[in-house]
């Protein structure tokens, strides 16, 4: 097949997925050429968070094609702060909220979610908005404070890191969405999709005190999720990661999917303005082969809304 034909194939194939999938009556995992994404980051802007998400997947091919019948899905957005979602400290409701039911509507058997909070856990999750979303949605919300429900593992590529505890929701399920907020951060310049491992796992002042950029790499190249949707629907451009007030935010109706967490990061970066260079972790994990800051060297779908 000459490389225009495959082209015209790539898109059209694309095509026809968005359009099943946004079919009430057909799914996009229907298709038999279905055998993975045709894109391997898609980039939307200009909607609302569950509109970008629904057409970005749907680009992706549809979330059938990661998410299996009887599938346990734990979605794992930031939670991280007792603040109301114009602040933009913590995933977009509306986001996380369409997330879970696409998982239900795709066949997953249960959906949970959950974060190892920086305030206390319970006032993150209501104020935040999350906790009405995910019930509305049908999923289901655990805490994630307590040591007990944390496990050892090892890390056999870690430089820095060597072993860490992981909470078992995650050990324990079939498949995981990672749902980062963008936003600035005083330690890390960002926090993306590999940072938000941080709500994961156990012992995160290990990280602060051990090379932070190093540990968040180390990390990634244990934990790789499914997918990764970057809310930046709102962005906290200054004072992050919890942000003074919603003048640190600016609105920039954006969404990005990827199955790779480095190249997610790194598109996510260029979005708030700085070079994926530029952000040490982002750079680490692109030189220990986690994933990929090279963009040009992607098929990547940008929408337009």
């Known amino acids: 097949m000459g490389e225009l034909n495959r082209r015209k194939f790539l898109k059209t194939g694309a095509a026809a997925g968005?359009?099943?999938?946004?079919?009430?009556?057909?799914?996009?995992?229907?298709?038999?050429?279905?055998?993975?994404?045709?894109?391997?980051?898609?980039?939307?802007?200009?909607?609302?968070?569950a509109q970008m998400y629904d057409l970005a997947i749907a680009s992706m091919g549809g979330l059938g094609l990661f998410i299996k019948k009887g599938?346990?899905?734990?979605?794992?957005?930031?939670?991280?702060?007792?603040?109301?979602?114009?602040?933009?400290?913590?995933?977009?409701?509306?986001?996380?909220g369409r997330i879970v039911k696409n998982c239900y509507e795709v066949g997953a058997k249960e959906v949970?979610?959950?974060?190892?909070?920086?305030?206390?856990?319970?006032?993150?999750?209501?104020?935040?908005g999350i906790e009405k979303a995910v019930k509305d949605a049908g999923g289901k919300l655990f805490q994630g404070n307590l040591e007990k429900f944390y496990r050892e593992v090892t890390i056999p590529m870690g430089k820095k890191l060597k072993k860490d505890k992981v909470h078992e929701l995650i050990l324990e399920s079939d498949k995981f969405i990672n749902v980062?907020?963008?936003?600035?951060?005083?330690?890390?310049?960002?926090?993306?999709?590999?940072?938000?491992?941080?709500?994961?796992i156990w012992d995160r002042r290990y990280w602060h005190r051990n090379d932070l950029h190093q540990c968040i790499a180390d990390f990634a190249s244990f934990m790789k999720p499914t997918l990764n949707v970057v809310d930046a629907y709102r962005v906290m451009k200054r004072n992050g990661p919890r942000g003074i007030s919603e003048d640190d935010v600016v609105k920039m109706k954006s969404l990005i999917i990827s199955t790779d967490q480095v190249a997610?990061?790194?598109?996510?970066?260029?979005?708030?303005?700085?070079?994926?260079?530029?952000?040490p972790h982002i750079k680490l994990a692109h030189e220990?082969?986690?994933?990929?800051?090279?963009?040009?060297?992607?098929?990547?779908?940008r929408i337009k809304i």
């Open 18 to 49: 968005a359009a099943l999938a946004l079919s009430n009556k057909s799914k996009s995992q229907d298709i038999p050429f279905f055998t993975g994404p045709v894109y391997d980051l898609v980039a939307i802007k200009g909607g609302e968070p």
């Open 180 to 200: 980062p907020v963008l936003k600035n951060h005083g330690s890390a310049v960002l926090t993306i999709a590999m940072k938000n491992h941080m709500g994961i």
């Open 264 to 279: 997610a990061d790194a598109a996510a970066a260029k979005l708030f303005g700085i070079e994926p260079e530029d952000v």
């Open 71 to 96: 599938d346990t899905v734990v979605v794992k957005p930031n939670i991280g702060w007792d603040t109301s979602p114009e602040r933009a400290a913590c995933t977009n409701p509306e986001l996380v």
């Open 112 to 128: 949970r979610v959950f974060d190892y909070t920086c305030n206390d856990w319970e006032k993150c999750y209501q104020n935040s």
């Open 288 to 301: 220990m082969g986690v994933g990929t800051m090279d963009l040009e060297k992607l098929r990547i779908n």
